[in-house]
């Protein structure tokens, strides 16, 4: 059973999410059974590259 620690996070990274998709021209919606996994990989991807580039700019 998950626990949500931070209930505000969800959102903050669902609207996240939808910025790098619509960035990178991934048609996010409510239902994505029908993008590939490579166009959902490409948004997860550049997500995890932002947050790190945020965290070691802030640690130097």
Same mark, same amino acid.
């Given at each position: 059973? /998950?626990?949500?620690?931070? !209930?505000? *996070?969800?959102?903050? +990274? *669902?609207?996240?999410?939808?910025?790098? *998709?619509?960035? +990178?021209?991934? !048609?996010?919606?409510?239902?994505?059974?029908? +993008?590939? /996994?490579?166009?959902?990989? /490409?948004?997860?991807?550049?997500?995890?590259?932002?947050?790190?580039?945020?965290?070691? /700019?802030?640690?130097?």
């Amino acid at each position: 059973m /998950s626990r949500v620690l931070i !209930p505000e *996070a969800k959102q903050g +990274l *669902a609207t996240f999410k939808n910025e790098v *998709a619509g960035e +990178l021209g991934v !048609p996010f919606k409510e239902y994505n059974g029908d +993008l590939s /996994s490579r166009q959902c990989g /490409s948004v997860g991807g550049e997500m995890v590259k932002r947050m790190i580039q945020d965290y070691e /700019s802030h640690i130097k």
